[in-house]
């Protein structure tokens, strides 16, 4: 079984930062690519930034330049550095995780934590 939990989510001002986590855990054998989505009511869930396992990075168009995508592979875990923040930013986040358990792929999500950016 593998859990993935984040942390770092928050109330902030507009023009605030914030940094995410996501750690995994459990039996596997490695973790390919890892990303944060997000997502606000009544919407699909949307790739905000996506890291490798050799650390290619991707983003989407509205947080490029204002986000920033890392990963310690040693620690089977990714952050998310968000700056310049917008209220348009809020939302719930969540990290996904495609992990390798022997010849099996499977995608993994975390339950979520709550971005609330004030203007």
């Known amino acids: 079984q593998v859990q993935l939990v984040e942390s770092g989510g928050g109330l902030v001002q507009a023009g605030g930062s914030l940094k995410l986590s996501c750690a995994a855990s459990?039996?596997?054998?490695?973790?390919?690519?890892m990303g944060w989505y997000r997502q606000t009511p009544g919407k699909q869930r949307e790739l905000v930034a996506r890291?490798?396992?050799?650390?290619?990075?991707n983003y989407a168009g509205s947080v490029k330049g204002r986000v920033t995508i890392s990963r310690d592979n040693a620690k089977n875990t990714i952050y998310l550095q968000m700056n310049s923040l917008k209220p348009e930013d809020t939302a719930g986040y969540y990290c996904?995780?495609?992990?390798?358990?022997?010849?099996?792929?499977?995608?993994?999500w975390g339950q979520g934590t709550q971005v609330t950016v004030s203007s």
């Open positions: 459990g039996s596997f054998s490695t973790i390919n690519a």
């Open positions: 996904n995780a495609q992990v390798v358990t022997g010849s099996l792929v499977g995608d993994y």
């Open positions: 890291i490798t396992s050799s650390g290619r990075t």
